[in-house]
């Protein structure tokens, strides 16, 4: 079963329970929840037990109920939501394949009717579609939006994208934050063969068509590498158009925001234009350039234009790949670019292997000087809260100093 990487900061706090009319279904309801809702409250009895259960209990986020046989299943289903909050998301299972039923019940607020007998995943992607709306019912001051940090690389082959897969998986594991990474060179793209992930397909044709940025998109469009940590990339075949509108990448980043605390994008310097809104709204922009004159060059013409695109974020240059006796040396390049130079990387050749690998760089050479700069630009995103000191640790420091 694939287990969608889809708002895990809100979802282990979504009460679900759910009412089966059968015992086979009840443990295909068990076997979905068990991967995101432990706590989910199973129970056979269809209708009559789910009614029994809203007659006493505050009514979950999430319901399932099947209805069996029921003879009138619309009018049932209207009388129990009745007894529901306005943002409970009820998800319907039924025998009946009515179109009809189907857009009537929609129509009158509920979430999804699937038609039985159904598989895991069908029951699965419904089920994660509804938690994802039901983020959505809540106010906007409950679920504030993630921040948003852009690494464009000024020329190719700079490691632009390196520092973006690696500095998203430190984010991520290393400071506790919920990241998705967004590699938007669709036909090139590696973000996802350096974590060996395969990427899903339809993200060209979501992004041509901003209404289908839904909650089914992206329960599909996401794959999971930790807990913390999901990657949205493509392989689109060299034989099509891989060009997609503002719109659609806007709409895009506005639902991970909803979703993520952090969405880290890696951008390909040709598509600036594509993405100035994402830009714009960036709090985190990263130029990443070799020491070569060229990189100089196109370092202050990609910083300038991000600048301004975006006066308020933090933007700076990652010089990577220094060390060598080749380039300009780093401090006429500080000089010559418009943003402060924060960190000098150089070339690691573990670093480089551990793509090979599928593994960030940080369980392969954490130490190494490449990972070292790297995670204090991460802190400085995202620092952690400092440990407050308790009583006994101050006594312990008193006697240590009249000691």
Known sequence: MTVAAIDTRRESGVVLAAFAADSVTATMIEQVASYHWPGATVMEGGLNAAASYLGSTRAPDLLVVDLGNSEQPLEELLTLAESCEPSTQVVALGTVNDLGLYKQFVAAGGADYLVKPLSPEE??????AAAFREQHVIEAVDVPLGKIVVTIGARGGVGATTIATNGAWMLAEEQNQKVVLVDLDLQFGSTALSLDLVPAGGMIETLRNPDRVDALFLASALVPKTANFSVLAAEEDLARDASYSSAGIERLIEELRRSFDWVWIDIPRTLCYVNANVISDA????????????????TMRVANYCDGLNRDSDIAVILNRTGGAKGIPAAQFGKGVPKPVIARLPEDPKAGNAATTGKPVAQIAGRGKFA???????????PLPKKRRGLLSFRKADAQAQA
């Open 123 to 128: 029951l699965e992607t419904a089920l994660l």
């Open 283 to 298: 709090s985190h922009i990263y130029v990443v350039s070799d020491l070569s004159l060229a990189g100089m060059r196109d």
């Open 372 to 382: 070292v700069g790297l995670r204090k630009i991460v802190q400085e995103i995202a």
